[in-house]
């Protein structure tokens, strides 16, 4: 007898009675795809509105005409939602003639692939309307291959109501029923309902064939309701002897009162708990109230929890929004509930950052630390969606964790530009002597419109300093002068100032003095010439006594390495720079006719205004340098991490100096080394850094001294920021990736010295949002001399980490799921709570 369930053309009678729209919880277990997706316990539409279901729509002549998964009238993602539903959001039917056609399509009812490169599933009726075969079909129309390999099946319906199945790839070669599962020919029984009975491998004579493990046959049983309750590995001759593919006899399941799977656990031959080939014993699983998988979780024979051996975990936990429409967060944790990487997949959580549409505007990968990490199979660390206008699609673009980098640093550095009005920036990150990324953003020529290009030069201002440093670090390894060595002993100066206290500003010369008269407009050939103007400011006081920061002294430093060479200190610089690769190192004769350099600016109301011309031979080692923000990057990556010169001279140059009392030396915020300012991050680790300002110039170079990667940042107007925080953010080695519940919460304070700050409702796109916040008071002044406005704009990036300020950006701290700050400089503090 025929199974009337086949019959897609249905009765008339049928028909009158079949409803338009049909909802079930659940969809039932099949095998095949020859078998038409069945619903298991109906749901009213009250009941469906409040959660995830299948919705089953009919033509008008009782046939399926869609299989949608939704809650309420929302479509949904299938995927870790309470049960199985094939790949799509829905399955849309057709029929032409004697077929019947399936196409795919997304949660915006868009066309897509499901099971590899499949758009169509094609299948073909006999005139009593069962189906004989199966063609899968991709984008253009051409048959494809699924991911298991099958391009087409064939079905043989016999007397009894069974199906014989058999699968083909794109050459018409035999395919096993998936891969893993080694049937080839196979017979399916099924029950009145359509629910798959038994699933047999079986010979050409029609008989029951063992495949490994002497398994030839599944049998199956369902609860009262029609879900899948229990599944037994049987021989050819029907015994329970064998074993399946994941080396288990029988498989048992437990569902929820709405049901949704609960507990899976799995028996051998003898009846007893056994483990599976996938690492466990026992499986449990947990819903939300709309029906969505938060839980899980694999357990030993003690109901225990234990990790998967396969995987490394043992509990994934989803979150979801108050919605229920949007998943947070996918994790893994060990039995004790501590975070875990996945063993296979290198990563401990998938994160989700949504738009104020709701629209999904970035996933992103993180280790256990919270950083941002790659898939270890698939090598990507983030997908980002693009929106066109008002469009509910978007377009992904997958990045690893280097262009997921390369993108988080450009917008840093294009931010920056916006929010201080600098016309051209250039920044690069080094490692390991080499330069692994570089940015640029505005223009070195506002009035020829040409743009910052990589090799763009820039006045160094004070970073020369650094750069001097170096040279002297050069010439100690080379012998040709020690740090002992007074200014007396190589120049015709009468100050006994040692090289080391010049170069950690305790060497007793002043600073730039407006009382002193000193020609600053002439040029000279050489420093040793240009200490005519150091002289008047030589302090009576006795050397590393007290700290003054002074670039004269560094004027001092750069004529002792003349005497000590025989060689200018431009020549010096030129040579330094020749043997690295370096061209662009050089002193400010090298301004002039110069079509690489910026034009140089300063910032006025707003406007970006032609800076003075300014002389800088008078002091080329503590002033007068100029380069390119790569070359700088490299440069002193290779100083830090030895490559230029020897580790114990780099540490040498890297101790904090003493005064004469035995006080360490600071200033403010840093303590002084050789040359470098030392300071800690946020979180306590140091760093070693020198900054600049000056006529048409603000720079800035940093590094770690852990692993020697260095950031440069170089612009062509001086601008009050907080740089250093920017630099940090550019060299972190991967974005940081707080957790988006401070974006998603909804709502959000924001304070400045205990007083609440009115926030503008956050204007989120691709994957960050945007607050206005007017400003007064203390904030107002001092932020109205960094931007010049009344109102702030703070942006916080989707990946965390930061804030974005007209003060610069600043990096975050705080507790990823509670208060988070940002800090950046002793008058500025501003938190947001969700």
């Known amino acids: 007898m025929r199974l009337s369930w086949l019959c897609l053309l249905l009765a008339a009678d049928v028909i009158a009675s079949t409803p338009l729209v049909d909802r079930y919880s659940t969809l039932a277990f099949r095998e095949s795809p020859y078998a038409p997706h069945l619903g298991v316990r109906r749901l009213g539409a009250e009941e469906a509105a409040k959660r995830n279901h299948y919705r089953f729509e009919y033509d008008s002549q009782g046939r399926i005409s869609r299989i ?34 399936v196409s795919y399509r997304d949660l915006h009812d868009q066309p897509m692939a499901v099971h590899g490169e499949v758009f169509e599933s094609h299948y073909q009726l006999d005139p009593s309307g069962r189906r004989i075969s199966l063609q899968y079909l991709g984008a253009n129309g051409q048959p494809v291959e699924s991911a298991w390999g099958v391009a087409r099946y064939q079905w043989q319906h016999l007397d009894d109501g069974s199906v014989i199945e058999q699968r083909f790839d794109l050459d018409q070669q035999p395919v096993s029923l998936r891969p893993g599962f080694p049937f080839q020919r196979v017979r399916l029984s099924y029950d009145a309902r359509g629910r798959t009975l038994l699933l047999q491998n079986i010979d050409a004579s029609g008989s029951p064939q063992a495949a490994d493990n002497g398994f030839a046959q599944d049998r199956f049983t369902y609860t009262a309701h029609g879900e899948l309750a229990r599944y037994e590995v049987l021989d050819a001759q029907g015994g329970q002897s064998a074993r399946n593919m994941q080396g288990i006899a029988a498989g048992l399941v437990r569902f929820t009162e ?86 296979t997949r290198g990563m401990h959580a998938v994160r989700y950052g949504y ?47 280097a262009e997921a980098l390369a993108a988080e640093r450009q917008h840093i550095l294009s931010l920056m530009r916006e ?23 505005g223009y070195a020529d506002l009035v020829r419109r040409l743009p910052v290009q990589v090799d763009t030069q820039f006045r160094l201002a004070s970073v020369s300093k650094a750069v001097t440093a170096i040279l002297v670090a050069e010439a100690l390894d080379r012998g040709q002068i020690a740090l002992a060595d007074r200014a007396s002993d190589w120049l015709r100066l009468e100050h006994p100032a040692t090289l080391a206290q010049l170069l950690a500003h305790s060497g007793s010369i002043d600073h730039y003095n407006p009382l002193i008269s000193v020609d600053l407009d002439r040029s000279y050939d050489d420093v ?26 560094y004027s001092v430093i750069g004529a002792m390495l003349e005497a000590a060479s025989g060689r200018r200190f431009a020549e010096l610089l030129h040579s330094m720079g020749e043997r690295q690769g370096l061209a662009s190192l050089a002193t400010s004769a090298a301004e002039a006719h110069n079509p690489k350099l910026t034009r140089f600016y300063q910032l006025s109301g707003g ?22 923000a790569s070359d700088l990057a490299v440069l002193v990556s290779r100083f830090a991490s030895a490559r230029l010169v020897s580790a114990e001279q780099r540490d040498r140059m890297l101790q904090v ?15 002084i080394a050789l040359g470098w ?121 989707l990946l965390g980490g930061r804030i974005y300020t007209p003060y610069g950006v600043v990096p975050l701290a705080g507790d990823q799921r509670g208060m988070v700050a940002a800090q950046g400089s002793r008058h500025f503090r501003l938190t947001f709570a969700p």
């Open 68 to 101: 949608s998964f939704a809650l309420g009238e929302r479509l949904r993602e299938p995927n870790h939602t309470a049960n199985y539903f094939w790949y799509a959001s829905v399955e849309h039917y057709r029929y032409q003639d004697q077929w019947q056609i």
């Open 258 to 343: 709405r049901g949704y799977e609960h507990i899976a656990s799995y028996l051998d031959g003898d009846g007893r708990p056994a483990y599976n080939d996938n690492g466990w014993w026992r499986s449990e699983r947990r819903y939300d109230d709309f029906g969505n998988l938060i839980l899980n979780a694999f357990a030993d024979q003690q109901g225990a929890r234990a990790l998967n051996p396969n995987t490394g975990y043992a509990e994934l936990r989803i979150g979801w929004h108050d919605d229920g429409l949007r998943r947070r967060e996918l994790a893994y944790f060990d039995a004790q509930g501590q975070p875990v990487e996945h063993q």
């Open 355 to 401: 738009d104020s549409r709701q629209r999904l505007m970035l996933v992103y990968l993180v280790d256990r630390h919270q950083q941002l990490v790659e898939h270890a199979q698939q090598g990507w660390a983030m997908t980002r969606y693009q929106y066109q206008g008002d469009s509910a699609v978007g377009t992904p673009q997958r990045l690893s964790l």
């Open 419 to 441: 929010h201080a009005g600098v016309p051209g920036v250039a920044a690069a990150v080094a490692e390991d002597g080499e330069r692994v990324w570089h940015g640029e953003t």
């Open 528 to 553: 040793t010439a240009a200490l005519a103007v150091v002289r008047p400011h030589l302090l009576p006081m006795a050397p590393g006594s007290r700290y003054r920061y002074s670039t004269f002294g």
């Open 607 to 628: 406007d970006a205004l032609p800076a003075k011309a300014r002389n800088f031979s008078y002091a080329d080692p503590g002033a007068g340098i100029i380069a390119s």
């Open 657 to 671: 100096q003493r005064l004469s009392d035995g006080q360490e030396i600071s200033d403010q915020r840093y303590q």
């Open 677 to 797: 300012r030392r300071q800690a991050d946020l979180a306590g680790r140091p760093f070693f850094h020198h900054g600049g300002v000056t006529d048409g110039a603000r720079s800035v170079v940093l590094f770690d001294p852990a692993d020697g990667r260095s950031v440069a940042i170089l612009s062509n107007a001086a601008w009050t920021s907080d740089v250093f925080g920017m630099a940090l953010s550019l060299l972190a080695a991967r974005p940081a990736a707080a957790s988006l519940d401070l974006l998603n919460s909804g709502s959000f304070s924001l304070s400045h010295a205990e007083q609440a700050l009115p926030l503008s409702d956050p204007d989120c796109r691709e994957w960050r949002c945007k607050w206005r916040v007017a400003v007064s008071g203390e904030l107002a002044d001092w932020l109205g001399r960094a931007a010049g406005k009344p109102e702030l704009t703070l942006e916080l990036g």
